[in-house]
Each structure stands twice: as structure tokens, then as C-alpha cells.
């Protein structure tokens, strides 16, 4: 995200380009796996305020088809079947949580803090905040960033489940290249598939959840990956995936 003069808060031409590189990766085999961070001294501020009086005017169907378009691409995030890792290398608000919260890790620099301020504007954080962090910090805790709007600090945020990772923030980027390779050298339908179940049993029972297991189960058990990893395994040898 570049929009360092405005702490990289998202305006409609940046969730416009950002759909565009999710739309295109999921075709795109060369990509194996999307890390977003941030320009200068922030990850994301959330949406750009000077927008807000334009969007507070719009009828209520309006309203719900403008923000409908910045849900889709944290959705978008969310269902890729490819690993998506935030780097959070300094403020991260509003919008900016929900989006980071839409990816698969998170790595914080030390100096980062995260904070759901919309209560001082008399709103909620409705684009995700609400529904996907409270499986992931609690609901207790949850409450505290949502109706105390109080800040959370990397340290914290990794203690109560909100981070994979803390490094310093000259680390942050190098680390999290660092993992990103580990995870070059998985195989990538199972990776994907492990992503795309996780995320349905978030929202359905056990019974439902195992039925998705197997079925995501019966789909690897026929790739050319899986077939070398039984093979490499046995030959106690490192697996070379190729994503077939």
C-alpha cells in the first residue's frame, strides 16, 4: 500500500487495484503466495476519512453497495486459496485491522499497535472486525478494542493471538520473506485446501466441519503431489512440489 501521506488509508482506487492483484494471482501460478505491508510509518489507517462525508450521504442502499466493494476485497483475501501474509509495520486501524485480520498470518513490527477507534465516531468497525476476531483474540477481549476503542500493541497483540510474530522493525520485512519461503517449499493444493476448510469450519458444526475434511482430503489424495510426498517420505529425502 502506498499512500504514505495518508497512513495508507484505502480510497476506492486503492480497494480497485488491490482486487485486481487478489483476481489476478488466483490464475496466475507463478504467484505462490501475496504479502501486503505499508509505505512509511503505517500498515493502514482504514478508509480514508475525507471520504466519509460522501459515503454518510449516500442513501441507505447506497451506503450498503459502497462499502459492500471494500468487504469483497478483504473477503477476497480471505478465500484465495493461496497464503496471504500481512506485514504490519507500524499503525494499524480501523479497516486496516479488518484487513489484516482477513489474512492468513500477520507479522508485527515491535513499534506497531492496532486500535478499532470507530466508537468515536459514533459507528462500529463493520467490515469484518465484529465477526472475524471474535473466534481469533475472544470476546472479552474483542469488546475492549470495540466498545473501549483501547489500543493494542504488538506485544500484546501476539500474547492474545492477534499476530503469528513480532520482530524488529528493521527485521519485519526480511522474516517475513523468511517464512513466506518456508511456506514456498509446501505443496501448494494442500496448503490452499488446508486454507479454504479452516476457514468453513469457522461457521459450521463438527460433524459438517469432518465431512469437509474428507472432502478436501479426497481431492489431494489424487494430486502428483501427494504421490511424491509419500515418496519422498519414504526415501527420507525433501519433497519437490510442483502445485499438480
Known sequence: MNRPERLNAF???MIREMRGVIWRSNFDESIRIIVITGTGRAFCAGRDINGLDYENNLSTAGYRAYVRANHELFDDIEAIEK?????????????????????DFRMAAEGAEFLLPENQLGVIPASGACSRMIQMIGIGRL????????????????QIGLVNRVFPATDLIEQTLIFARKLLERAPQAAGMGKHIINMCQNV????????????????????????????FKEKRRPQFTGD
Open 11 to 13: 480510497d476506492e482506487r
Open 83 to 103: 497464503p496471504v501474509i500481512a506485514a504490519v509495520n507500524g499503525i494499524c486501524a480501523g479497516g486496516g485491522v479488518e484487513m489484516a485480520i482477513a489474512c
Open 143 to 158: 469488546k475492549e478494542m470495540v466498545m473501549a476503542a483501547l489500543p493494542v500493541d504488538a506485544k500484546e497483540a501476539h
Open 205 to 232: 458444526d463438527t460433524e459438517t466441519g469432518r465431512l469437509l475434511e474428507r472432502l478436501g482430503q479426497s481431492v489431494l489424495i489424487r494430486t502428483k503431489d501427494n504421490k511424491e510426498g509419500m515418496t519422498a
